[in-house]
Nanobody, 119 residues
């Protein structure tokens, strides 16, 4: 059973930055394609960034150029650096193992970490 523990969220002013972390309890972590997702109030969960086992990265258009996903296989951790934050980035952020042929998350979802962008 893969467990996902997200952290690093908080309240930040527009234009600010945060770094989210997700620790994954899986010995096979280095073989996982990982993604960061978010769910804003009243909206469906969406994929915002993903990173392959070979560290190729992809981003949603809404965050491209502002967010950076990275991974540390030794620590079984995936990160999301978020810069130039906007109020529309407000959401609960989750990580998950991403399916290869869709945006679906393959493991049970963790609790997520809340990000609020507000002045």
């Amino acid at each position: 059973q893969v467990q996902l523990v997200e952290s690093g969220g908080g309240l930040v002013q527009p234009g600010g930055s945060l770094r989210l972390s997700c620790v994954v309890s899986a010995s096979m972590f280095s073989f996982y394609h990982m993604g960061w997702y978010r769910q804003a109030p009243g909206k469906e969960r969406e994929l915002v960034a993903d990173i392959t086992t070979r560290r190729f990265t992809n981003y949603a258009d809404s965050v491209k150029g502002r967010f950076t996903i990275s991974r540390d296989n030794a620590k079984r951790t995936v990160y999301l650096r978020m810069n130039s934050l906007k109020p529309e980035d407000t959401a609960v952020y989750y990580c998950n193992r991403k399916a290869e042929n869709s945006d679906s998350g393959l493991a049970s979802w963790g609790q997520g970490t809340q990000v609020i962008v507000s002045s």
